[in-house]
């Protein structure tokens, strides 16, 4: 996915433009493909479940483990659909910028300015801690799964979009995501 | 679905650890497979609507429903996606925690803290009532549809997770939710 | 869509009931149909990216633009799932009310009541001006995907029901939405 990588390579500096959008035209597989059979008569489902390392409390941007753990299913689809969930009620999947890690840690301030923890937090959900149940409502807002378009093999994803997990526990723990893909 | 029931069983003390997480081998199905042609040639795609009763305000835990509905459907499915989509715009679903119900009432709590209502309200479209826009609000911020993997004829969810119902309205009406189940 | 056009027709007064909720029976393609085989073998996917031309900040309502673009593919397809996922981190796709304009105006009021912006922002990420951190954390928020059913040819949403662009930049650009269709 070359639309992820290069940012990386670059310091925290501002971002170049983005490309022109353009009008692409239409990849269609209506009907059975009598040159490739195989994509007409047997779409493609593949599904696996991955497990993420610890991360510390924060957004965290994962593409990089995610496109090593699929990236040559990927390959094998023409154009489909890949869908990750995420197996937990405290952390949460979102897509977002894939470039300047302040973005990251913006949100994760914006998260914890809007959802109370401690003394000054109404909740009646505290046995597992004063960051459990902030992190069950950030869980909610931010969502468990995402859904993403796969074309030529490759998540189709914008120029500047990223697949970030975000940890809202202080504790890091391992996160399992199962991971399915369906395409031809 | 083992992973939803039990919990119910259980009087609101502190959770049991979550079992450890682990790789789990791929599953595949890239290849028309001759032992059973018909997971190859014919995909299978069933789609229902299905009308859940009214709900007060607040957030409810609605797995057990779903599952009364839609678990003989989902036996059929190896592997697949269960897409559930709710025809309304002042009520929302989600994934959360599936064991404690103080954490449903503290995500009603914290709805209801950051999005005002009432006199205090900026809010322009108030003709259906001072829980209405509010109502919309919410919606989006938790949205109305969902997706969650199917695996060997369950769906695939976190031992903690199950599927809310949010209903924003303070008058309870009945919801509709459309679910479409597609796989092998 | 009737769903969509006739409220278009009202003026902003308040609306009528939704049709009563009514239980629908399945609709089921477990099985290669022998009256239609295209159906069974050949599961179609349709793939395309459109271009949403520049719209201000705020929220837009833009079923039409989308259902003229793909309106006449829909109609290929008896059952299925409609996804469209928005090419970029600084606004959002969401599903709320489709009659009245102070809902989208209201919404907006909201997303900047709660994102900090300007001088009071604690945002480290200011490069590309004040509305920019701002509207990640609103892309994050809403999202940048949806996922909707397809019956019979037409998206399967509420009578209220509709698609919004939610603009979050102050400059407005033209926006790229891949499009996925998959089904019967």
Known sequence: MSSISPPMLFSSSPRPPPPQVLRVSSLYAAEP?????????????????????????????ITPKILNEIGSDLSGFKCGLAHLFLHHTSASLTINE?????????????????????????WKHTLEGPDDMPAHIKSSMFGCSLTIPITDGKLNMGTWQGIWLCEHRDYPTARKVVVTLNGI
Chains 1, 2, 3 share one sequence.
Request: aromatic share 8%.
């Open 33 to 61: 493909s009598f040159s490739d059979p195989m994509a007409a008569s047997a779409p493609k489902w593949a599904q696996k479940t991955i497990t993420l390392p610890p991360h510390h409390r924060g957004c965290h941007l």
């Open 98 to 122: 894939n470039y300047d890690s302040d973005v990251r840690d913006d949100t994760e301030t914006f998260l914890n300015k809007i959802v109370p923890e401690g003394r000054s937090a109404p």
